[in-house]
């Protein structure tokens, strides 16, 4: 979802006033390399089906991988560390955003056996600061701790969408211009 809402204020011609993103994956080259990694480092070679469905789906998307196809992965991408020339975020230099994450990195070692390369707090706040650093200083990376339980039974996750607080996330969408 949150992906898709900056790709939308990137590239349509009908702006939002602000965005927001909760845990967004944004650099999918990134993402690719990550999931790759992930089947490698599995146990007993037993892959996660979600990492098999990424490398898939993107390899559908762009007609190969990070290696043949990298510039397909930039256009599809929110944002890319790689994209030096910072092509897709410079069109959010003017729009207000938030991009919210809970990067418990202990939570991810223990839980699911993954790093910070498996996890989108590193590239939301690359992001974030590019755009900072671009001249936008309506974007803002939220970072919380101990807000990630997941409905209806509560159990914890980081990439959740309890992480926001949703009446401030209200109160600051209804200030915008």
């Known amino acids: 979802g949150g992906s898709c809402a900056i790709k939308y204020a990137e590239n349509e011609s009908v702006k939002p006033k602000a965005v927001f993103a909760i845990d967004p994956p944004l650099d999918f080259e990134r993402f690719y390399n990550s999931a790759k990694r992930d089947i490698r480092l599995s146990k007993d070679r037993q892959a996660n089906e979600e990492n098999i469905y990424i490398i898939d789906r993107l390899e559908k998307e762009t007609g190969g991988n990070p290696s043949t196809h990298l510039a397909e992965y930039y256009k599809i991408s929110p944002y890319s560390f790689s994209d030096t020339v910072q092509t ?5 230099s003017t729009i207000p955003l938030r991009v919210y994450t809970e ?12 790093d910070f390369t498996s996890i989108n707090a590193t590239e939301c706040s690359a992001m974030i600061n590019e755009l900072n650093k671009l001249g936008n200083e309506d974007a803002v990376l939220i970072v919380t701790q101990n807000n990630s339980y997941r409905k209806p039974d509560n159990r914890r996750h980081p990439h959740s969408w309890s992480i926001v607080d949703n009446a401030e996330l209200i109160k600051w969408l209804l200030k915008q211009p």
């Open 88 to 92: 897709e975020i410079k069109k959010l």
């Open 103 to 114: 990067p418990d990195i202990n939570w991810w070692l223990k839980e699911r056996g993954a």
